[in-house]
């Protein structure tokens, strides 16, 4: 149930598409960073391969099967880029 009446949420998405492709993009991915390092703070692991695999089944886990959640966790313990 919305808290916000109609015509906020319609002045608000007019503000919003008023924007350019690029400022909306932009938004999106500072939007993303934040998330993702609010989650990445969460995390108490100090190994970046615990923290990257960590991060992954945090954000992205339940969008997989769990044979396919398996097989990405494996790629992520054997890639060595940080």
């Known amino acids: 149930m919305p808290d916000t009446p109609t015509t906020v949420q319609q002045q ?21 960073d934040t998330a993702r390092a609010f989650v990445s703070a ?4 100090t190994d970046p391969t615990e923290r990257r ?12 099967d769990p044979a396919t ?4 966790v494996t790629r992520l313990r054997a890639d060595t880029c940080p």
């Open 12 to 32: 608000y998405r007019g503000l919003l598409l008023a924007r350019s492709g690029v400022d909306r993009l932009r938004m999106g991915a500072g939007m993303f």
């Open 42 to 45: 969460s995390i108490a692991s």
């Open 53 to 64: 695999i960590n991060l992954f089944v945090r954000c992205y886990g339940a969008d997989f």
């Open 69 to 72: 959640r398996s097989r990405v």
